[in-house]
């Protein structure tokens, strides 16, 4: 935002007290066909900004001043609350985008370019048709007007599910933060044409699965149609600001009030199927490291690796760039809610929901910068998007099966007196992999999965290194005979659905019989008589699933696993 001021002027409102009416009208006229404005006003204490964040779309706070975008339904609460407000315009004529709808590829080489939306998508497309071997192109989702959110991966087996962390770079969620769009399309073209050439970039590639999406929010970036980015907006064709949308830790499942837009439910759905180890959210108007959480002020369990990934970033920008660049607060780096709370947003859902370190990279103070200036930003960035791209490498990671089978587990990977607010991770499948990123130092990790043994083993981590443990897990019930060594023990039938009947071999004294889920949870115990010939258990009302029944007598323990249909 801090750049903005040379070339915003600004209109100043006095509010004074008038009706609920007066506002609508009033919300009315400013608005026009807008779908959003943008505006700044004073707030006394910082304690307000609770209350105001959702309300309105918070985009900076700065000594005492909230800089923020509201729709007319946000803005008309807002109205309500009586603050006095300058309403914010940018001069977009005078900034020079250089839109280029046919690009060559002298175009490429250069970067000083926005592509046209339908110069964007050839380009996605073009990707993968130059380096079939590298990338696919895709698409998660076609919005109502026909744009997509497109990706690409890249891998040195792209259609393999292979044995890596899975990393996620996307950009523009605010379809007017520019910048970060054409620097990941540039990353892209970097990451491939350099790949069997540059060693480090060649090793990155053969060792993760990056996915790269530049523009998360299309409709807004080309809110004044395919050809031009002038008139981006923040918010996304329904007016809505998705990074307000998400389920949050602390505000529930619908912190806006909002149905989940369509991009909100395609970022869902995709860090539902992919496991990312580690990802960043490109937002601009700020020079900052933004790192979880926004929804609350305790910080999180990696709050030293935050710091440490984070001032790396920082720091080898500040080494690459220019005086005063990606300084804001703490030189760089912030703890989101430190910095002002927000409830709702990308950030928060992917740390506590999908297991996944994301942080929001506020790339440039100004949101739609000049074409002419794209290329620097890439100079002062491109080093430092590579460092944190190679954390995911580093830390704990293994694969974890089950002892005796040798099958992948999904399994839950805990570090004792550590983890807490779901920083914890889990082994995926089908390959039983995991990668948990971590500070320096030495950890008890705990791994766990239903239906077998838990196991802590103590890990010791150095900083751009990853430790190896690959886990085994003992099945609960392998320390016990099983019930095939026992031909006159029948246990009839399975699949069972009505009753399971357990026929009794005279030859064995028993004391008690088991039911118990695959969660060790017994949910049926009876004692055995020694008259007893057959038992019955009526499971009609058990759920669905496998389960083990277990007859134990004489200091021994015999199982056998159950289907209950
Ligand atoms: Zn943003």
Redesign the pocket.
């Known amino acids: 935002m801090k750049t903005l001021y040379s070339f915003l002027f600004i209109a100043l409102f006095a509010i004074l007290p008038i009706s609920a009416q007066n506002l609508s009208e009033k919300a009315d006229k400013l608005f026009g066909v807008k779908k959003e404005i943008q505006f700044k006003f004073q707030i006394q204490s910082r304690a307000e900004i609770s209350k105001l964040t959702r309300i309105i779309s918070i985009?900076n706070v700065k000594d005492n001043y909230i800089y923020a975008y509201a729709n007319k339904k946000e803005f008309l609460k807002f109205l309500e609350l009586g603050y006095e407000y300058q309403l914010i315009n940018d001069k977009e004529e005078e900034t020079d985008y250089n839109m280029l709808d046919n690009l060559n590829y002298k175009d490429i080489q250069a970067w000083n370019f926005y592509p046209t939306y339908n110069a964007y998508d050839s380009l996605m497309s073009k990707f993968q048709t130059n380096f079939p071997n590298l990338c696919r192109s895709f698409s998660i989702k076609t919005l109502a007007s026909g744009r997509k959110l497109l990706f690409v991966k890249i891998s040195d087996n792209p259609d393999v599910n292979e044995n890596e962390p899975k990393f996620l770079y996307t950009s523009s969620?605010?379809g007017d933060?520019l910048t970060g769009y054409i620097l990941m399309l540039r990353l892209i073209e970097y990451l491939l044409s350099n790949y069997g050439t540059d060693a480090r970039i060649t090793s990155i590639i053969n060792n993760t699965e990056i996915w790269i999406n530049p523009l998360a929010n299309p409709d807004g970036t080309f809110a004044l149609g395919n050809n031009t980015v002038a008139g981006a907006t923040?918010y996304n064709a329904n007016g809505i600001d998705f990074?307000r949308n998400f389920p949050d830790p602390y505000d529930g499942q619908h912190p806006d009030g909002n149905a989940w837009q369509p991009e909100t439910m395609a970022f869902m759905a995709l860090a539902d199927s992919i496991q990312f180890t580690m990802s960043a959210n490109i937002?601009?108007?700020a020079e900052v490291c933004n790192y979880p959480f926004d929804t609350w002020a305790q910080l999180p369990a990696d709050n030293n690796w935050w710091n440490y990934v984070c001032r790396e970033y920082a720091d080898t920008v500040h080494v690459n760039g220019i005086a005063g660049y990606l300084d804001d607060l703490d030189n760089g780096v912030t703890n989101g809610y430190a910095w002002y709370q927000i409830t709702g947003g990308r950030q928060d859902y992917m740390n506590y929901f999908a297991h996944c370190r994301e942080f929001?990279l506020?790339i440039s103070n100004t949101k739609k910068p000049a074409a002419s200036t794209l290329p620097n930003y890439w100079n002062y960035n491109y080093r430092s998007l590579l460092n944190y791209l190679e954390q995911c490498q580093y830390g704990i990671k293994g694969i974890v099966t089950d002892s005796i089978t040798g099958i992948p587990l999904k399994a839950s990977v805990f570090i004792q007196g550590h983890d807490m607010d779901s920083s914890h991770v889990y082994s995926t499948l089908p390959l039983g992999n995991y990668y948990r990123p971590i500070y320096a130092g030495n950890y008890n990790v705990t791994y766990s999965a239903p239906g077998y043994y838990s196991k802590t083993i103590s890990s010791g981590v150095v900083n751009k290194t990853s430790t190896i443990k690959d886990v085994q897990l003992v099945p609960i019930y392998i320390t016990t005979n099983e019930i095939a060594n026992y031909p006159n023990i029948n246990i009839y039938p399975n699949p069972a659905n009505n009753k399971i009947n357990i026929l009794l071999d005279k030859n064995y004294s028993y004391k008690e019989v088991t039911l118990t889920d695959i969660y060790g949870k017994k949910v049926f115990e009876k004692t055995i008589k020694s008259t007893d010939n057959l038992i019955e258990i009526n499971v009609q009302e058990y759920s669905k699933g496998l389960y083990f029944v277990i007859l134990e007598g004489n200091n021994q323990k015999i199982s056998q696993k159950i289907v209950i249909e």
Request: some cysteine.
């Open positions: 985009d969620m605010h933060e923040r990074n937002h601009g108007g929001c506020e």
